[in-house]
């Protein structure tokens, strides 16, 4: 018992942030070395557990727990039938004649790039950077772009909007927590979208043909192109109106996924229309059903948020808060770089804002600045979500990167730019509105 008490007193005299960021090492060093993602993950649960002294029975029930968490088996099912829809549709060949379709519409490459993305990242679905990976596999191939910029054109311009778009959960998140007005805030977060879609372009120049469609082409008519997507569309729309709906009619306790149920009603729904609409057979079904990418998916969904559940038992991100405040940083860094620290960890906006904006929020009241609570909210949600970003636990990066079959390190090295511009953006965006309130 004494060996044991004294390891566990050996390891509180580490920072909590320098324990997170060795076991992070190691799980981006077993993926390096060509572990499967899921695996890396659970070894890193586990080395994180053994990091902050969880006795085996807490870790079991941490994992158990997270395994079994309602949350859990609804993005698990989400992700999956994400994949039973993209890949209906492509063996159905309505991707394609999507596509074909959408080919013309817009004459500007870059455009017709990042227009698939962008559109499904206005609906807050888990795992949604799958969705739009076979339309820009398919457009980039006509300017060979590399696995990397594929990776990286589908994964960033899919989050141009979670800064304000009211429908995110961590947006909704803030203003309760922070007790300010909804529109208040879109408003004052929204150019940071303008930001990253301006930045987002940088590292694509000179990659991608940027030479328009002759003034005299013909133009297409839309309605082929609406009618292929009819599918698309209608689940996103359906998805919207069930959640709210569920969240209306269901008993209290199924209230916190009143959303995936939604999700999961309306993609069954898209689903059995393009079989039907494409009458594809009970054996091309079967076979998409039973496709092993599913389980791979579904299996690495499950080692991210056992990691989570681990996190959260261990109290590791409460420690790194602590460790912050008792060195005594000064309030502006302190709502960069917590919200940033816990968004690389954590890999999910709402962790970040959950753990992070409470303390934030407090301090903003205790230094006697309510006025500037917008801005810093602004600054808070850019940096933490610059963080999400990076983050290798991200389940958009990860099923991105699985799609394209390209690295963590290659995709970095095309968002370094666009990141930096986002930060020292949202920074200098603080300071005018910091100059404006003042």
Request: glycine letters at 8%; a positive charge; aromatic letters at 10%.
């Amino acid at each position: 018992m004494g060996g044991a008490g004294e390891q566990i007193m050996m390891l509180d005299t580490i920072p909590a942030i320098v324990r997170i960021l060795l076991v992070f090492t190691l799980v981006l060093l077993a993926i390096k070395r060509k572990w499967s993602l899921g695996s890396a993950l659970l070894g890193g649960a586990l080395l994180l557990g053994l990091a902050f002294a969880m006795a085996p029975g807490a870790l079991l029930l941490a994992a158990g727990g997270a395994l079994m968490h309602p949350k859990t088996l609804s993005l698990a099912a989400v992700v999956a039938l994400i994949l039973v829809f993209s890949h209906t549709l492509e063996k159905a060949g309505q991707m394609q004649r999507l596509l074909d379709g959408f080919r013309g519409l817009i004459r500007r490459p870059r455009i017709n790039l990042v227009v698939f993305p962008a559109l499904i990242g206005l609906l807050p679905m888990p795992g949604g950077a799958i969705f739009s990976a076979p339309m820009v596999k398919s457009l980039g191939a006509e300017h060979r772009l590399n696995p990397a910029q594929l990776s990286y054109i589908n994964y960033w311009f899919r989050h141009i909007w979670e800064y304000w778009w009211p429908l995110y959960p961590g947006v909704l998140l803030t203003t309760t927590l922070a007790g300010v007005d909804l529109w208040r805030l879109v408003l004052c977060t929204a150019p940071l979208t303008l930001v990253a879609l301006c930045a987002g372009y940088w590292p694509l120049r000179g990659a991608v043909d940027a030479a328009d469609a002759p003034a005299d082409a013909e133009r297409k008519s839309p309605w082929p192109f609406l009618g292929e997507a009819a599918p698309i569309g209608a689940a996103i729309l359906l998805a919207l109106t069930l959640g709210m709906a569920f969240s209306v009619v269901l008993p209290p306790m199924l209230h916190p996924i009143a959303k995936e149920l939604g999700l999961l009603a309306a993609l069954m729904l898209a689903i059995v229309w393009v079989w039907h609409r494409n009458r594809m057979g009970w054996r091309v079904r079967w076979a998409i059903l039973k496709d092993p990418g599913l389980a791979r998916m579904v299996y690495m969904v499950a080692a991210i948020l056992i990691f989570q559940g681990i996190l959260e038992k261990s109290h590791a991100v409460e420690r790194v808060s602590q460790e912050m405040l008792r060195w005594h940083i000064p309030l502006l860094p302190i709502a960069m770089l917590l919200p940033f620290l816990v968004g690389g960890v954590v890999g999910i906006t709402i962790a970040f804002v959950g753990t992070t904006f409470p303390i934030l929020i407090s301090l903003v009241n205790t230094m006697g600045q309510e006025a500037l609570m917008l801005p810093y909210l602004m600054l808070a949600l850019a940096s933490g979500f610059a963080g999400v970003l990076l983050s290798p636990l991200h389940l958009c990066f990860l099923l991105s990167n699985e799609y394209f079959k390209t690295e963590l390190v290659a995709v970095y090295r095309f968002m370094r730019v666009p990141l930096g511009a986002l930060l020292a953006a949202a920074l200098g965006y603080f300071w005018i509105l910091r100059s404006w309130i003042g």
